[in-house]
Every structure is written in C-alpha cells, then in structure tokens.
C-alpha cells in the first residue's frame, strides 16, 4: 500500500531532550515536506526537501532539522525541544512537487 | 512570497444548503491550487486540483486568476461534508503553502 509513515503517533518528553521523529514513504517519491499544524494557525511548513541531500526552509524552521541521506527517509529533529514545539507534525510526500502530496497520520508531540 | 488566505475560520450550514468555503492567494507566478480536506481524527486527504478539473464528493472549485481566487463550492452539503477544509497552494521547488482552514459544520 501506499503511504507515508510516521512514528511515532504520540510523543510526550521534557525541554531539552533531544528526539527525532520519523517519516517514510514508500512511493517513490521525489518531494518531502514537514508541517506543525495549531489551533488557529492551521499548517505552517518547517523545511521541505526536493530530493536527496536537497532541503530547504519552511515558513517556521527554528528549532528544528532534517536530512535527506536517503530518497525514502526524512527525518525531523529537535535538537533541544522547548514547550512551544508542542503540536501535532504532519510529514507529506509528492511525486512531482507542484503536484498533491500525500499525507502521513501525524505525531502528536507534547514537550513539558 | 506565496500565501494563501481563508476568511472564515467557521462556516455552519444545514444539510442541503449550497456551501462556498472561500480561498485567496498571492503569487507571482502560475499557481497550482489545491484543496486538501481533514476528516475528524484523520490525516489530510487531497480533495481536489485546480489543473485537473475534477468533481470530487460534488465539490469544485474555480481557478480565477483576476480575482485571485480558488473558492470550493459544493450545491447541497451533506452531514458527511463536516470537516476542516484548507486551500493550498503549490510554487516554486514544490513549496506546499496553507491557508489557515476552515471548518465546516453541516448540521442535519
């Protein structure tokens, strides 16, 4: 099946305690996007990647990372997580870019 | 810079009734307008694509490039329609751009 996959789905840790959040897909495609969705804000793009060792700033970079090694992997790192990191990340994937992304199911992250 | 602007953070209807959930957008270039649905609990679904022209669930939308416009219409919403609904644009390098959503309650 076709998909995006993120894990984890819940993840609840402390200010300054470094995590990464996982994101695959198995399509193939060239395109890879990372989102925080909130209340109000609706999705704001972190980083965003055109392919392999190719990434770029979002609308709301600060405080995160990513990296391409790989054309199936996109990981997103929070180096040191501060409370304001807490939302729910959507990671998403397109075949052609100006193209609809497919969307993974989200992790819901609460830094305390 | 590319943005996109939805007005109405809620919008109720009743079953039945016509629904326009509105969309604006800025760019430079030719956009590629998308609309993207978020069913309660559930990850984002691509409803629907400006280039290909679709009706998807009874929604369409309507590029116009004068008013700089993408507004989703659907002539008789159904409960089942409740959702948020977010515009999207697509530029430069495959930048995906959000408006702020809608949500949408149809009621019975």
């Known amino acids: 099946e076709a998909q995006v996959t993120q894990n984890p789905r819940y993840l609840i840790t402390v200010t300054g305690k470094k995590l990464t959040v996982t994101c695959s897909q198995n399509m193939n495609h060239e395109y890879m996007s990372w989102y925080r969705q909130d209340p109000g804000l609706g999705l704001r793009q972190i980083y965003y990647s055109m392919n392999v060792e190719a990434t770029d700033k979002g609308d709301v970079p600060e405080g995160y990372k990513v990296s391409r090694k790989e054309k199936r992997n996109f990981p997103l790192i929070l180096e040191s997580p501060s409370p304001n990191q807490t939302s729910l990340y959507f990671c998403?994937?397109?075949?052609?870019?100006?193209?609809?992304?497919?969307f993974g199911s989200g992790t819901r992250l609460t830094v305390v | 810079a590319q943005r996109v602007t939805q007005p109405e953070k809620l919008l109720s209807v009743f079953k039945g009734a016509p629904v326009e959930l509105k969309c604006n957008y800025s760019y430079s270039g030719s956009p590629e307008l998308f609309w993207y649905v978020q069913y309660s609990r559930q990850r984002l679904q691509l409803l629907l694509r400006?280039?290909s022209r679709e009706s998807i669930k009874g929604f369409t939308a309507d590029l116009n490039k004068g008013e700089t416009s993408f507004h989703l219409k659907k002539p008789f919403a159904q409960e089942e329609d409740s959702a948020m609904y977010y515009c999207?644009?697509?530029?430069?390098?495959?930048?995906?751009?959000f408006g702020q959503g809608t949500i949408l309650t149809v009621h019975p």
């Open positions: 400006h280039i």
């Open positions: 998403a994937s397109s075949l052609e870019g100006m193209g609809g992304y497919t």
């Open positions: 999207a644009l697509s530029g430069h390098y495959g930048k995906l751009t």
